[in-house]
């Protein structure tokens, strides 16, 4: 048949009317497509995975089927892992140190109040702001795992750690009085709740890197009155031992110069009182005579030769003149 001089081509089944495959071809084509599509996503969704674990967390292939009764039997998984959703599930923990702080301030943490409250020796209650470190070891993991099973850290920190810490608090405590753990003892007392907490999470490779309380403790007002009044009377006593030592060992300082001056003294009178003694036994007439030779010849080498040119009357005292020598 010819239009217009134009010979028509017979259609082919494969073809539409203006040569495109047919819609019944393309659907079926699709439906395909997407059948692989939903296939592949089954696939690596439900029979197989792959998932990354990067750097600072360590990973652990728990097993659905919960066969798994020891750390040993639990992988550690770090790096690219290839794992099946319908037989296992990869949990990764952060191994990095975790920061963490409980306080009553509703800007820090979380939206609530948080602060610790502990009872003393006498059954005082104190609350306190505290802030805690702690990091996993990589190679205990699957010991933390096994002992807290929890896939998440935010809900062992918040949970089972605020628990431990609490009640490590209240354990120390009980042996501390309220003045002691508000005073001068309180870091003995933090030391000995940190090692405390820290028996009680080695096991599970918890590592317990630093705790300490946020400020100072809290009592009621009366109690850091009282302690705070205690404290500076303690300070003025010991204030006035440190003047009245002071004082005495001035005053023992002064007494011991006089005496050692009086000792000096009567040494020095012993021992001119000797030489007196000395002096008094050694003079005879037979030394006073020769002393007086002794000066008389003095005199006499001393003399030039010239006669006195005066003479005294012995009788009247009368000075007389000399007649000179021709």
Known sequence: MTIFGQIEQPR?????????????????????????????FIFFN?????TRIGAGYTGVEILLSGSQRGPSEIPIRTGWVFYSPLRSQIIE?????????????????HAVNEEMSFNSKEGMEVFA?????YAIDPQKVPD?????????LESFTHGILRDIVRNSLNEVASTYTIEQIYGEEKSAFLH?????????LAGVGVGVQQFGFIGAPRVPDVIAQAITAKAQAIQHAEQARNELAETQAQAAKQI?????????????????AEANRIRQTSITPQLLELRRLENQRALVDKWNGQLPTVETNGASGMMLQLPKPN
């Open 129 to 133: 702001d505290v802030s805690l470190s």
């Open 144 to 152: 933390f795992y096994l002992k807290y099973r929890v896939s998440d």
């Open 46 to 50: 439900y029979v197989a995975a792959i």
């Open 93 to 109: 923990f952060p191994t990095y140190v975790q920061t963490v702080k409980w306080t009553h301030d509703l800007n820090e943490g």
């Open 12 to 40: 082919s089944r494969d073809t539409g009317p203006y040569g495109n495959p047919p819609l019944g071809k393309l659907v079926k084509g699709g439906l395909i497509g997407v059948g692989v599509l939903i296939a592949l």
């Open 256 to 272: 011991a110069e006089a005496d050692g001056e009086a000792k000096s003294e009567v040494t020095r009178a012993q021992g001119e």
């Open 192 to 200: 000995k709740t940190e090692a405390q907490i820290q028996e009680k």
